[in-house]
């Protein structure tokens, strides 16, 4: 009717000014079409966020873009009867009660996630990415997140992946969490407390009982402990004992808490009980009793202290450090915490910190005196001025990071070789690059290091280029075929993964090459072709795919009518409808079904509604198909 077509109007005018927004160089504007994503059609916004990554070069932009890719919810998105895989696929309810688990693109949304995770050079980003894949409730992105929690050298990272296995509620994350348990990082032990409390399984009880056996010195584990301990129903005899002893903890956070969990749980303590029987370690410094003033001088007394030593000023001869209490120790404590908070907002803003001498977050070197940090101008020589001026601009702790991390990649250890790999991605593209070049690691005779070394590789397009088609490593091939996904898109670039997809004797680089051309080939002829031809492939001299097995080349397949989904090829509706009805891989069918949603035609439209009919048994191929009609009417494209 007359409102539909309004309503889709409407619709249509905010994607393009949403789109327009995101292809401005102003990050004002940027921000404000990602708040309009919001209200977009969620495949539609999912075309947006997916510009925003390709176009933006604010890291806050990409960030953000990168965790709504998790947050997109999808009509129909796991709900019940949707057919949608035990393994990976769990509906759920998070926040504004928006859904999360399987729908028709999770899968791709999952492989962008779990790329970005792997690979992106900001710290922010790949955060963001780790906690999209939380949102997302995919289960198959568990060893992704478990790797970050492991290899990836910024905590952010490895907190936010704590947080997402949580949400993941999958027992087989345990492990890995009780390893995080023991970290000296506070915030990660915190993380990793609320995780194993989200599971809830049986098997995460026991560590958590040990941990409140052990008292962590922090108080905010003890808190968060306190919160998981009443996530395990029914409570058991050992939970409710280590509930009574937090609820007589020193802390009035601490025990406000596990007061308010044992009353939730049915287990009442009256105001003022001790718990006779319990051990309740108490501080020395608090003598057996908590005050909160005291607590806080104490605190503040530190910090002021930590932030003399970082401007190489000797507390001990202070005359505003005095005794806890004392007025000018108080001010000068006050003044501590206002530049640490400074420091510390500056750097997470800018995402340039790193980390003085006495461990404190600092801007960059400039922020402390000139006693306290000395320069390493002219410490390494470079090949050109550039790559010089980058280097004496740090400051002497991260340039002597990058010197050890040079000098490990240089050496013939395989791990030490592919952490150092991973930790120069903190650095300056082009300092890691020339990090990359200078130590050959391209030709080191471990195939991880090669794959590792990749990403610092992405201006360098012949480096990749030898990589992708000369290496002898699958995996090697794949992983510069990855960054080539996210390079500045050319016809030498497109090139490379078409024929990649075609002749790669191996699946796992053609799948790679698929997905690489989704992000860059669209419009490019000669990239559609070679995909529709693998979607065509049907006879017995081009199925399956020459010099595949079977079942590699339904898995290169299904990469490719994604690709041609998310590329919007018109011209291979028909064939996609067909694909659906003559294979009887249902994976396959699925995302032919969701590709025809991201072809914007009425023929698009009609081919989704004919195989949401015909398929009305096969739950999961009508549910991509009605969300493909959805969303293509919600952008005026009615079936006829």
């Known amino acids: 009717g007359e409102g539909a077509r309004r309503a889709a109007g409407d619709a249509e005018l905010r994607y393009a000014r949403c789109r327009e927004m995101i292809l401005s160089n102003e990050k004002g504007q940027q921000q404000r079409a990602l708040i309009e994503v919001r209200e977009i059609d969620p495949a539609r916004g999912f075309s ?112 936010s992946a704590l947080v997402a296995l949580g949400e993941l509620r999958d027992a087989r994350a345990i492990p890995t969490l009780v390893h995080a348990l023991r970290s000296e990082n506070a915030i990660l032990a915190q993380g990793a407390v609320g995780a194993l409390g989200d599971i809830a399984a049986a098997e995460a009880l026991p560590p958590l009982l040990a941990i409140a056996r052990d008292r962590p010195a922090d108080v905010m584990t003890r808190q968060r402990l306190a919160t998981a301990l009443g996530a395990f129903l029914p409570p058991t005899p050992d939970s409710i004992r280590a509930l009574e002893m937090l609820a007589n903890d020193t802390h009035p956070l601490v025990v406000e808490t596990a007061r308010d969990v044992l009353t939730a749980l049915g287990h009442h303590l009256p105001d003022g009980a001790s718990n006779a029987g319990v051990s309740v ?65 500056r750097s997470l803003q800018h995402g340039t910190g790193g980390i003085g001498v006495d461990g404190v977050l600092l801007e960059d070197a400039r922020l402390a005196s000139p006693g306290a940090l000395s320069r390493r101008a002219g410490a390494r020589s470079m090949p050109t001025d550039e790559l010089q001026a980058l280097y004496d601009a740090m400051g002497d702790a991260e340039a002597s990071r990058y010197d050890a991390l040079v000098e490990e990649l240089r050496g013939e250890d395989e791990s030490d070789c592919v952490l150092a790999a991973i930790r120069l991605r903190a650095f300056a593209i082009e300092l890691s690059e020339h990090a990359a070049l200078e130590t050959g ?85 000669p990239a559609e072709q070679a995909l529709l031809d693998i979607v065509r492939a049907d006879d017995e001299l081009s199925w399956p795919l020459p010099g595949m097995s079977f079942a590699q080349s339904v898995a290169i397949r299904r990469y490719a009518v994604s690709a041609l989904g998310l590329m919007g090829v018109d011209c291979a509706v028909d064939d996609l409808e067909k694909l659906v009805a003559r294979t009887d891989d249902e994976d396959t069918q699925v995302r032919a079904a969701a590709a025809l949603g991201e072809i914007a035609t009425t023929a698009s439209a009609c081919a989704a509604a004919r195989l949401a009919r015909r398929f009305e048994e096969s739950p999961r191929v009508a549910l991509a198909a009605r969300n493909s009609v959805d969303s293509l009417a919600a952008r005026g494209l009615f079936a006829q």
């Open 48 to 159: 947006l966020l997916k510009l925003a990554l390709a176009h933006s070069t604010n890291d806050f932009i990409r960030a953000t873009a990168t965790v709504m890719l998790g947050q997109l919810s999808f009509p129909g998105a796991g709900e019940a009867g949707s057919g949608a895989p035990e393994e990976g696929c769990r509906a759920a309810v998070r926040g504004d009660s928006a859904q999360r688990g399987w729908d028709a693109q999770s899968e791709v949304r999952r492989e962008l996630l779990v790329k970005l995770v792997q690979n992106d050079a900001d710290y922010g980003v790949r955060s963001a990415a780790a906690a999209g894949l939380g949102y997302l409730g995919d289960a198959r992105a568990l060893d992704t997140l478990a790797r970050a929690c492991y290899e990836d050298t910024e905590w952010q990272v490895q907190f």
């Open 281 to 345: 370690p108490m501080d020395e410094a608090s003598g057996g009793s908590f005050d909160w003033s005291d607590d806080e001088s104490a605190i503040l007394a530190m910090l002021a202290e930590d932030m003399q030593r970082v401007n190489g000023v000797d507390s001990s001869s202070s005359s505003t450090v005095g005794a806890a209490g004392d007025r000018d120790s108080a001010s000068a404590a006050a003044a501590a915490v206002e530049e640490v908070r400074g420091h510390l907002e």
């Open 441 to 525: 690691a391209t030709s080191h005779p471990s195939m991880r290091v090669r794959a590792s070394v990749a990403p610092l590789l992405r201006r360098q397009l012949d480096q990749l280029q030898t990589l992708a088609h000369d290496d002898d490593e699958p995996s090697v091939r794949a992983a510069a075929l990855e960054v080539l996904a996210f390079a500045e898109s050319s016809a030498r670039v497109i090139m490379v993964c078409v024929d990649a997809l075609k002749t790669d004797p191996d699946w796992l680089p053609r799948v790679t090459a698929a997905t690489a051309l989704a992000h860059n080939a669209g419009g490019f002829r």
